[in-house]
């Protein structure tokens, strides 16, 4: 592989990148397997801090998955909650009275305890309150950051340069999302129609997924519980953030194959969460590892 | 056609009105289906504050129209969100907390940028604080209003001297619909067995709709949405609120005829709302358009 | 039937309790059948005050029974539309904001007026803001309390002597829920795999229902509302709490035979609920009564 050499500022001047490298993380689809077993077997209590959209279809998101939901808000409560839990979610999708505060108690309470808590940055970038607390709470330290291409770039500060409208893949914040996952020690999970995953040094990208997966809401949202419940059974948050991002988007294409309105898809979708494989999930996502060349 | 007499007090005297008349509005049925086009074409960025038992279905049935939903209810955001967007819905199902407070930014900035909004009165009458608040909002000049017969009725203060409990059909309001119209400028659209929309010269009539969309929650709440929709790709709202009511009847009666059961029902009448074509709504809608002939 | 002794602190000994005696309550299920006829025609108005991860589930579940869903929080509401309902759920799932004061609100109001309600505890124990709720709440006089094993265990203020792990069935916590029922005059209904209802005299046990219900999130909570819509209907509620479950039960075995999946198995349900038999819920509900023995 040639090395990438980063930028006056910081930045990895993409055109001395590696290209993807299939061999360069040979043993990813097992491994992508047993976290979908694994999670299915110990059935995680992820707790969840996310909208009021989307609750109901991330519990059973949650739930298709074999692990556990608690959806606690309230700051007398989302600490006791995130202690006990084995991994968090907060998603800042609508957040209203004093859920700030519960998602403060209760990533304190993560840290404390050492659970791994997923951040989801919903729609930030124009909407103040959101933005604000995003940047405040990514200080913290999630174990993994969930969006999409402008909501990575929003969180970064909007350095890259470009206008929000052309960010439209995941590979147009690739070096948004590299530089944030070395500069947090979070990994970065960019969601789009291939999905980019890196924890600054790894880069993995999901060739799976079914444009139907837009069509239904929370399903983006649900994924971010999905990483959590994935970040509860193994260590390596880009292992566990491929396998979810895999998970849905296999589960998604499944789907999709039998049910063409969205609709009845987003009912198919629940269904096979629950029962793909887990050697489907790895070997039906289209995965494609690299390294980004550039070593802290 | 005859000419209806105001009343006194400005009702128009039922006795002297015309009868439907298919002719009146020769060009609704392609008008209706161009809307439909529209939106899907489109996508427009509907903005929708509503109650927190339909926040999920709501945002699926925007999708399934085609177009991009957005919820954002906190007054620290719904300015920004209103204003960027092509059309708002607020909906009173459950007004908490500082909801009253979003919704009066989050009008004032769509008042101010042009955005057409949608009130929906839900359940108004008797319980106090959304009585209050939706007489105050009906006063900043919503684009359409949507609502059971009984709602309309009270949003015009009890006026019609009918008890609620005979207010059984949009019929029943149908002269406080026009009065509450061409006071206000606002499209009344009364949902019922027969729905009846008016801009206060123009009625319209949709012969359409399945029981079995008032065993679906958010059915109504979700319409509300619809009509933002369809307000955001036509100015002429009477049309939009038309095309709305229209495309949810239309996709109940397709979806009832193979899903008797609530649950699939519901799930089915979101993939119609995707698929139909825009032809069988306006052709199949049983549309019946008549001039109050009580010009202004 | 043997006569029991009740035990120095008034705790039934178990030793010397009857068997269950499927003849104990020779009409149940002809008056099972009874409840489901009855709120299917008259469609009660329940009330639910519920967390916001099920309010959509819980008023399709309503909708589905044939009742009439209202769900309003808001202490300047809640009182207005507890006293017009015919039945009211108070759920604790996600006590946030001024939740507290509506349920209080609401129950002031129910009490004053007659309308039975319901107490769901949900996950109390180790939530402190609830478990503090959730007494204050019962000792309001609830008709009926629904739960599971732990959360009745924790009701009882962790009398039983056992820890919350090895409370897996609602049989290991039958003396605790006889023992709550006779002090409060509460209906006490613990969920389970076998689900164990008594009044404090007699017991009736559901030997129905799928291991699916536990994996789509909100049918416990649902649960508790189909619960109330039942009690709006008779006087007697451990009957209704008997009808409720058999109903939620049968509908379940019925939806999991043609649906494994937790997606597809979910809407199943809610048809099943709409359209199964009264005497199909009696009959396949595995209904066993007994009497404790220890009469008041």
Redesign the interface.
Same mark, same amino acid.
Do not use: K
């Given at each position: 592989m040639s090395t990438a050499v980063p930028g006056p500022d910081g930045a990895v001047t993409s055109s001395s990148d590696p290209g993807p490298d299939p061999q360069s993380w040979p043993g990813l689809a097992p491994q992508v397997a047993d976290v979908v077993r694994s999670v299915r077997q110990s059935a995680p209590l992820v707790h969840c801090i996310t *909208?009021?959209?989307?609750? *109901?279809?991330t519990? *059973?998101v949650v739930?298709?998955a074999g692990a556990a939901?608690?959806?606690?808000?309230?700051p007398?409560?989302s600490g006791?909650?995130a202690g006990?839990a084995s991994a968090l979610l907060v998603n800042l $999708?609508?957040?209203?009275?004093?859920q700030p505060d519960g998602m403060r108690v209760a990533v304190e309470a993560a840290t404390a305890s050492g659970v791994p808590w997923v951040l989801d940055p919903v729609?930030i970038g124009?909407?103040?309150?959101?933005t604000a607390l995003a940047a405040e709470l990514f200080e913290r330290g999630p174990a993994v950051v969930r969006g999409n291409a402008s909501e990575v770039q929003a969180l970064a500060g909007g350095r890259g340069g470009r206008g929000v409208d052309s960010l439209d893949t995941p590979d147009d914040v690739r070096e948004t999302a590299l530089h944030l996952a070395r500069g947090s020690g979070a990994v970065v999970a960019v969601s789009g129609t291939v999905d980019l995953l890196t924890d600054g040094v790894r880069v993995v990208r999901v060739h799976a997924g079914h444009p139907l997966l837009t069509?239904?809401? $929370?399903v983006g949202c649900s994924l971010g519980a999905l990483v959590a419940a994935c970040a509860a059974v193994t260590d390596d948050r880009l292992l566990a953030a491929t396998a979810a991002t895999a998970w849905m988007c296999v589960a998604g294409d499944l789907a999709a194959a039998a049910h063409? $309105?969205? $609709?009845?898809f +987003?009912?198919?979708?629940?269904?096979?969460l +629950?029962?793909v494989a887990p050697e489907a999930v790895a070997d039906l996502a289209g995965l494609v590892a690299e390294r980004s060349g550039a070593a802290a």
């Open positions: *909208n009021v959209v989307v609750t *109901n279809f519990a *059973n739930l298709a939901p608690a959806m606690v808000a309230t007398a409560e006791v909650m006990a $999708g609508t957040v209203e009275g004093d729609a124009a909407l103040p309150l959101r069509r239904v809401t $929370g063409p $309105g969205p $609709g009845s +987003a009912v198919a979708l629940v269904d096979r +629950a029962d």
